[in-house]
C-alpha cells in the first residue's frame, strides 16, 4: 500500500490552498454532473475523499433533513467545521476500511482514484455500496494535456519528472478518460462522461493548482533530477500572464447501478 504523497499533514497551509482553490476551480461542473444524476430530498449520499467538504456541503443542503450525507477521509481536518446535522464526518481509508453494502442513493469521488494504484478494487467497493438504481459520479484528471503556450524545455523537463515521480508514488495521471470503461468493467448502466480541458494565462486557477501541486511534490522532483531553479522557474511561468497553459483535463463519468 502506498503511502499519499499529497498528505494534508506534511504541509497543511499549502494543501490548504491548493484544495480552496482545486473547490473553487472544479465544484461548478461537479455540481452539473451531481444535478444531472438527480440527487434530491432524502438521498443517503456518500462523498468518498471529501477533501476540503465544499461536495459534502453542497450535497447536504440539496438532500435536505430528510438525507444523509457521510464524509470519508485519511485526514478529515478540513471537514470539521461542517455543523450540518445531515453530514456525518469519518476518517475511513477507502482501500481496507469496510462501506456499508448497498447503503447509498448517490456515490461520489474527485481527485481519489488517480492517486491509488489500488483504483479497480477501490471503485468495486464503492459501487457495491450502492444501491440498486442508485447513482455514481466519478471526477478524476489527465495530466497528458498538460502544456505550455509556448515551447520550454525546463517545464517538459519538470514535466516529464512529475510524470515520472508520480508513477512511483502509484498515481495513473492519466486516468481521467478510462473512467467511462472502468465503470462499465464494473457493472453500471447508462454510462456518460466528459472531459474539459482549459487555457487559462498564468496566476489563473489551473496554472495556481498545478505550481502548488509542484510545491508539495518537490522532494519527488528533486530526487528524479530537477534542480531546485528549474522548479523555481516553472513556477515563475505559471504565474505569468504573458504565459498560458492548457489544460489538464478534468474529466467525469457517471451511471447507474444495477
Given at each position: 500500500?502506498?503511502?499519499?504523497?499529497?498528505?494534508?499533514?506534511?504541509?497543511?497551509?499549502?494543501e490548504?490552498?491548493?484544495?480552496?482553490?482545486?473547490?473553487?476551480?472544479?465544484?461548478?461542473?461537479?455540481?452539473?454532473?451531481?444535478?444531472?444524476?438527480?440527487?434530491?430530498?432524502?438521498?443517503?449520499?456518500?462523498?468518498?475523499?471529501?477533501?476540503?467538504?465544499?461536495?459534502?456541503?453542497?450535497?447536504a443542503?440539496r438532500?435536505?433533513?430528510?438525507?444523509?450525507?457521510?464524509?470519508?477521509?485519511?485526514?478529515?481536518?478540513?471537514?470539521?467545521?461542517?455543523?450540518?446535522?445531515?453530514?456525518?464526518?469519518?476518517?475511513?481509508?477507502?482501500?481496507?476500511?469496510?462501506?456499508?453494502?448497498?447503503?447509498?442513493?448517490?456515490?461520489?469521488?474527485?481527485?481519489?482514484?488517480?492517486?491509488?494504484?489500488?483504483?479497480?478494487?477501490?471503485?468495486?467497493?464503492?459501487?457495491?455500496?450502492v444501491?440498486?438504481?442508485?447513482?455514481?459520479?466519478?471526477?478524476?484528471?489527465?495530466?497528458?494535456?498538460?502544456?505550455?503556450?509556448?515551447?520550454?524545455?525546463?517545464f517538459?523537463?519538470?514535466?516529464?519528472?512529475?510524470?515520472?515521480?508520480?508513477?512511483?508514488?502509484?498515481?495513473d495521471?492519466?486516468?481521467?478518460?478510462?473512467?467511462?470503461s472502468m465503470?462499465?468493467?464494473?457493472g453500471?448502466?447508462?454510462?456518460e462522461?466528459?472531459?474539459?480541458?482549459?487555457?487559462?494565462?498564468?496566476?489563473a486557477?489551473?496554472?495556481?493548482?498545478?505550481?502548488?501541486?509542484?510545491?508539495?511534490?518537490?522532494?519527488?522532483?528533486?530526487?528524479?533530477?530537477?534542480?531546485?531553479?528549474e522548479?523555481?522557474?516553472?513556477?515563475?511561468?505559471?504565474?505569468?500572464?504573458?504565459?498560458?497553459?492548457?489544460?489538464?483535463?478534468?474529466?467525469?463519468?457517471?451511471?447507474?447501478?444495477?
Amino acid at each position: 500500500m502506498t503511502d499519499y504523497v499529497l498528505a494534508q499533514s506534511a504541509d497543511q497551509l499549502t494543501e490548504r490552498e491548493r484544495l480552496t482553490l482545486i473547490q473553487a476551480f472544479q465544484d461548478s461542473p461537479t455540481i452539473r454532473y451531481l444535478t444531472a444524476a438527480g440527487v434530491s430530498g432524502g438521498w443517503h449520499c456518500l462523498d468518498a475523499g471529501a477533501g476540503g467538504g465544499s461536495i459534502t456541503r453542497w450535497l447536504a443542503d440539496r438532500v435536505g433533513p430528510s438525507g444523509t450525507v457521510l464524509a470519508t477521509d485519511l485526514e478529515t481536518d478540513m471537514l470539521a467545521g461542517i455543523g450540518a446535522r445531515n453530514v456525518t464526518v469519518q476518517r475511513h481509508d477507502v482501500r481496507t476500511d469496510p462501506l456499508p453494502d448497498k447503503g447509498f442513493d448517490l456515490v461520489h469521488t474527485r481527485l481519489l482514484l488517480t492517486h491509488l494504484p489500488e483504483r479497480d478494487d477501490v471503485l468495486g467497493r464503492l459501487v457495491a455500496a450502492v444501491r440498486a438504481g442508485g447513482a455514481i459520479v466519478l471526477g478524476d484528471i489527465d495530466f497528458g494535456t498538460l502544456r505550455l503556450s509556448r515551447p520550454d524545455p525546463t517545464f517538459d523537463k519538470v514535466r516529464a519528472a512529475f510524470f515520472a515521480a508520480v508513477r512511483l508514488a502509484g498515481w495513473d495521471a492519466e486516468l481521467g478518460p478510462k473512467l467511462p470503461s472502468m465503470l462499465e468493467r464494473h457493472g453500471v448502466a447508462g454510462v456518460e462522461g466528459e472531459g474539459l480541458c482549459g487555457y487559462q494565462r498564468g496566476g489563473a486557477a489551473a496554472p495556481t493548482i498545478m505550481s502548488l501541486t509542484l510545491r508539495r511534490l518537490r522532494p519527488l522532483l528533486l530526487r528524479e533530477g530537477v534542480a531546485e531553479d528549474e522548479l523555481d522557474h516553472v513556477h515563475g511561468l505559471l504565474v505569468d500572464p504573458a504565459i498560458a497553459l492548457h489544460g489538464p483535463t478534468l474529466w467525469a463519468a457517471w451511471g447507474t447501478v444495477g
